[in-house]
């Protein structure tokens, strides 16, 4: 919470997160599948309670302070007036209650969430079921549009914003072409993880609509924010 707070303190124009479910249906906000790399606890996120992680989790790696977990809720309520781009890390199933809970704290604190996935049953599950909230592309139909687009083929996306990373295989692939026609098509382009000043105002030069870094008052700075 602490770095989102700051970010917002600087003024950027929205804020990326990750979503993880809890066996008490809570969604933590946390990158990684296991808690193992990164905290003082172990095994998957999912294998624990909300409650759990509330009382023994932290997030500092230095140990010098308790930093607790928070979830996608707390997040929304706070920062409801900036663009949130939240990525469901985890498909749950035909049964699943995620995407119906995600549209709900969605819906009740801000029209600026962007649902985002890399898997494509959550992404469609929440487009069938909540179609009034905004979704990305997942990485299969990034790929997809993106060949189709390269191949001079009509696409009619149903999604509103196409999350791209900054290199593919290495290779830049991002060009003014491809911005436009990701407009001509009505969504809007979004490039991660975009963290070098040079890119940033290639970006900006192409007309992309957003960076997503991991150093946002540079990218203030660079681009004039």
């Known amino acids: 919470m602490e770095a989102f707070d700051r970010a917002a303190a600087l003024g950027v124009d929205g804020i990326e997160l990750d979503l993880h479910p809890t066996v008490d249906r809570k969604l933590i906000v946390f990158h990684d599948n296991r808690l193992d790399p990164s905290t003082n606890m172990q095994g998957p996120v999912s294998g624990y309670s909300f409650r759990e992680l509330e009382v023994s989790l932290d997030l ?128 809007a382009l979004w490039v991660w993880t975009v963290n070098e000043p040079v890119d940033m105002l290639a970006l900006a030069e192409m007309g992309a609509d957003a960076v997503i870094t991991d150093f946002p008052s540079l990218a203030l700075e660079v681009l004039g924010g």
């Open 60 to 187: 500092d790696p230095s140990g010098s302070r308790r930093v607790p977990p928070c979830t996608f809720d707390q997040v929304v309520a706070r920062f409801g007036d900036l663009v949130i781009s939240a990525d469901i890390k985890e498909d749950l199933g035909e049964e699943s209650w995620l995407e119906g809970d995600f549209a709900r704290i969605a819906g009740e604190g801000s029209q600026k969430v962007v649902a985002a996935s890399f898997f494509d049953p959550p992404m469609a599950r929440l487009r069938r079921e909540y179609p009034e909230i905004s979704s990305a592309a997942t990485a299969f139909e990034a790929l997809g549009w993106n060949l189709l687009t390269r191949l001079g083929c009509g696409v009619k996306p149903g999604y509103q914003v196409l999350s791209l990373p900054l290199r593919f295989l290495g290779a830049s692939y991002i060009d003014a072409d491809l911005v436009a026609a990701a407009h001509d098509d009505g969504v």
